[in-house]
């Protein structure tokens, strides 16, 4: 489990022994119940409790616009921004040979059937910016080539608030290329 | 001084107490000879032991890009980089009435004089993503307004290698603003 090793693990298990009797069955059930209780959004294959999801069945958000990320914690951080009112696309997943994860692996396909029957005009990749996810994106915009819509990238550039002199030198190689007249 | 406390200054105190004997003044000439030896380049400011500084006498720079930065540190990340082959300027600071620094207190003066003189193309305003930063390529930027000049602003964005579940809202805000086609 990430961000529990052996030390934190015993901690557990003593704190499970001590605790009234019942509390290891009713976190079972939770568990199960996470399980069972959340699938994928059959539209955008997110994770929820319900199908389609919270964001798909919003009558509000603009259905011309499908931000594409790599995992659904992706889509609480643009939510978080406030900036994104379209719908979202959850490949769970980057393409990455080295471990194994192929095309086929993701909800790439998902997303092709999608935009067939849709009315949608832009596909944001917003895949994270390294390697795996570059590639990814590469990868989706080719295969969307001959469909007719606009594919964008998020920017790279400075992040807010931050300081030159400690950006590190390929941030502030992208951020001098894609320089936006004032 | 940055980086030395209460702690570290009783060391170090400690430590030229026990060195060997003439260690003080050693240090004491280092520090007169970097007080006299580096002054201001005459066209860029930046701190330099000759005028013009090295970037500035170098004839293999392109002198029809000038980048103007807040910090001597600066212009090293940008070299570090390696992906800009013009000159810089060096304000020596950013706008800041809270700290009582106006625009007479930076090298702005200079930078117009400078571009009165000189076949510059491109002004970068390479100050830093925040506050103050922000203003001060703004307040620059209307001064350079009635002169034929092209003046940009370094890229908002997403740094080379994050991953999109950890940026902080409002810079993926400016990096969905931002975004480019693919």
Redesign the interface.
Known sequence: MPGVGEKTATRLVYWLLRAPEGTGREIADALIALENGVKECSVCCDLTPRDPCRICADPNRDPGAVCV???P??V???E?????RGGYHVLHGAISPLDGVGPDDLRIRALLERLRGETVTEV???????VEGDAT??YI?RLLKPIQV?????????????????????????????????
Request: hydrophobic share 45%; glycine share 6%.
């Open positions: 990320v790599e995992q914690q992706d609480l951080a643009f978080r921004s406030g900036e994104f944001i990749l917003a895949t994270d910016p390294d994106a590469l915009a606009r594919v964008t990238r998020l920017a790279h550039g400075l992040s807010v608030g931050t300081e030159i002199e400690y950006v590190d030198a390929l941030t502030l190689a992208r951020a001098l290329q894609n320089r936006r007249e004032l």
